[in-house]
């Protein structure tokens, strides 16, 4: 039962989630890759999505995944049932457990073994950021590379055009103009608008 | 304090949810005006308490913040009213959004416009990793620690849950060896505050 499945994972990634929105993205990834509920391109196109719409990142991404898994299956109210699963379940350990913690909140800031086991959580959590990182350079420079199984010989395509423009965004995400940084949605909107142009209009590909 | 009745709370973290993208540090920074400032439904301090606690439990900041801001004002109903606000502008946004993704992906002018928007995601996890690494602290477990789940989860296949877990494990056994050899001092949790009242500061974090 797809719902039941979905509900399941998402209830583990709520559970597993510290630290936030970009620390499910690790967990996300391979979930969706277990049971190939979507592509890797949908899925990474979709966190570019979630950047540019309003609400928590990875509510954002639970009802997106929990739509396309159910809309595949069942199609539109499949859809609208999947988000409900998805979402509910990746909200519902955080619930009970931000219930309990409230009620008991001096114990719980003061105890060593749950700061202990936060100080050894938050490094593995960085890890596994880059580790997603990497995973989404690879595949917009190397696309169709898995780095779980790399290949002898190099058969795919280097996207050079990619390469450029990430090392362009890079600096453009650190600038700040009259100290305001520049907001991801406009760059995400003008990657849209050079992507159509290079890609598209130009058709350079890799 | 004053009562808060279960429809201001839907309402104002309804209204944060439509209204703040990325989600996150951005989303407390608009909760700390409003709730703290405007409204005097809690304290600054209580504020504080609260991120230390959406911090340190699993789930997804802002939601966990409005979770324990609904249950501080009207217990469990409360709690739950208040997820249910923060959650309910995305999900109806992105349940909408998804279809229309799934008629166009096939187009390829919106392929050309993702394959140019996945370079910009790069860029915003890279943000995303820098930002969660000057938050860590800078000793010898994180370093190793980091590099470690880097490497199992990027080259292998093994679930990143047992990963966390197994860096839950690691932190209590160094936090017990510790408080052994330094008389019960408290790690951590002066840390943990630092973080949280800095980024209240900057509060033009994206995620």
Redesign the interface.
């Given at each position: 039962m797809i719902y039941l499945l979905l509900f399941w994972e998402y209830f583990?990634i709520?559970?597993?989630?510290?630290?936030?929105?970009?620390?499910?993205?690790?967990?996300v990834i391979?979930v969706v890759e277990k049971h190939q509920w979507l592509t890797t391109?949908?899925l990474?196109?979709?966190?570019?999505?979630?950047?540019?719409?309003?609400?928590?990142?990875?509510?954002?991404l639970a009802?997106?995944v929990g739509?396309?898994v159910g809309?595949e299956q069942f199609g539109?109210w499949g859809?609208?049932l999947g988000?409900?699963v998805a979402?509910f379940a990746?909200?519902l350990?955080?619930?009970v457990?931000?219930?309990i913690?409230?009620k008991l909140?001096e114990q719980?800031?003061?105890s060593?073994?749950?700061?202990?086991?936060?100080?050894?959580?938050?490094?593995?959590?960085?890890?596994?950021?880059?580790?997603?990182?990497?995973?989404?350079?690879t595949?917009?420079v190397l696309p169709n590379v898995d780095?779980?199984n790399i290949p002898s010989s190099n058969v795919t395509p280097f996207n050079w055009v990619?390469l450029v423009?990430?090392c362009a965004?890079?600096p453009?995400?650190?600038l700040k103009i009259k100290g305001?940084?520049v907001?991801?949605?406009f760059?995400?909107l003008?990657?849209?608008?050079?992507?159509?142009l290079?890609?598209?209009v130009c058709n350079i590909s890799g | 304090m004053k009562k808060t009745s279960l429809w201001q709370l839907f309402a104002v973290f309804f209204r944060t949810?439509?209204?703040?993208?990325?989600?996150?540090?951005a989303?407390i920074a608009i909760l700390q005006e409003e709730l703290v400032n405007n409204r005097k439904w809690i304290t600054n301090n209580d504020m504080l308490?609260m991120i230390?606690?959406?911090?340190?439990?699993?789930?997804?900041?802002?939601?966990?913040t409005a979770?324990?801001v609904g249950?501080?004002q009207r217990g469990?109903l409360g709690?739950?009213i208040a997820?249910l606000g923060?959650?309910l502008?995305?999900?109806l946004?992105?349940?909408a959004?998804?279809?229309v993704?799934?008629a166009f992906?096939s187009n390829?002018?919106y392929?050309?416009?993702?394959?140019?928007?996945?370079?910009?995601?790069?860029?915003?996890?890279?943000?995303?990793?820098t930002k969660?690494?000057k938050?860590?602290?800078q000793d010898v477990?994180?370093?190793?620690?980091?590099?470690?789940?880097?490497a199992v989860?990027?080259?292998?296949?093994f679930?990143?849950?047992f990963?966390?877990?197994?860096?839950?494990?690691?932190?209590?056994i160094?936090?017990?060896i510790k408080?052994k050899s330094t008389d019960?001092k408290?790690?951590?949790?002066a840390d943990?505050q630092d973080i949280a009242s800095q980024d209240d500061q900057t509060g033009?974090v994206?995620?």
């Open positions: 583990k709520g559970l597993f989630t510290i630290g936030g929105g970009y620390a499910m993205l690790p967990m391979q391109d949908q990474y196109n979709f966190i570019g999505v979630a950047e540019s719409t309003p609400g928590p990142f990875a509510i954002n009802t997106f739509t396309m809309n539109f859809g609208v988000a409900v979402t990746v909200v350990p955080s619930l457990i931000i219930v913690v409230s909140l719980f800031k003061s060593k073994y749950v700061q202990g086991a936060l100080y050894g959580i938050r490094p593995v959590v960085v890890g596994l950021v880059l580790s997603a990182m990497i995973g989404i350079a595949n917009v780095l779980t990619s423009m990430m965004f890079l453009l995400s650190r305001k940084k907001h991801p949605i760059m995400i003008l990657s849209a608008g050079l992507g159509v290079l890609f598209g | 949810g439509l209204f703040t993208f990325g989600g996150g540090y989303m308490d230390v606690v959406a911090e340190s439990t699993p789930g997804v900041i802002a939601v966990n979770t324990s249950y501080k469990v709690a739950i997820t923060v959650i502008p995305s999900f946004i992105v349940s959004l998804s279809y993704i799934s992906q390829i002018w392929q050309s416009a993702f394959k140019g928007i996945q370079a910009c995601v790069t860029v915003l996890v890279v943000n995303a990793f969660m690494f938050q860590i602290q477990y994180n370093y190793l620690a980091l590099v470690v789940a880097f989860a990027t080259f292998t296949n679930n990143v849950i990963l966390i877990l197994s860096g839950a494990v690691c932190g209590l160094i936090t017990l408080s019960d408290p790690l951590v949790v943990t033009e994206d995620q």
